[in-house]
Nanobody, 122 residues
Framework: QVQLVESGGGLVQAGGSLRLSCVASESIFDRNAMGWYRQAPGKQRELVAGITSGGSTNYADSVKGRFTISRDSAKNTVYLQMNSLKPEDTAVYYC????????????????WGQGTQVTVSS
């Protein structure tokens, strides 16, 4: 079972930036799509961004132009660079992985991280 460990969350003022990292317990990036989800209190978990093993990406409309997902196979790490943060970005952010892209973007990945809290103050 692959383990995913997120880090980089914290408290930031609106307009600020954070970079989340997700490290996998083994080298999976050659064959796995990766994604970032978030869940705010009282809301359903939603896809923020996804990246295929080949590097193609997609984003939720709410974060396009502000967030960037990337991956570093040498470090077994996927990143989420978050700029121009807004209070509505406040949530627990989760890393996800699966060999099938459709499962990553469809909310049914094989692996989930434990989550990292992002809080944006106004």
């Amino acid at each position: 079972q692959v383990q995913l460990v997120e880090s980089g969350g914290g408290l930031v003022q609106a307009g600020g930036s954070l970079r989340l990292s997700c490290v996998a317990s083994e080298s999976i990036f050659d064959r796995n799509a990766m994604g970032w989800y978030r869940q705010a209190p009282g809301k359903q978990r939603e896809l923020v961004a996804g990246i295929t093993s080949g590097g193609s990406t997609n984003y939720a409309d709410s974060v396009k132009g502000r967030f960037t997902i990337s991956r570093d196979s040498a470090k077994n790490t996927v990143y989420l660079q978050m700029n121009s943060l807004k209070p509505e970005d406040t949530a627990v952010y989760y890393c996800a992985a699966d060999s099938l892209w459709i499962k990553v973007v469809g909310g049914r990945p094989r692996c989930w991280g434990q989550g990292t809290q992002v809080t944006v103050s106004s």
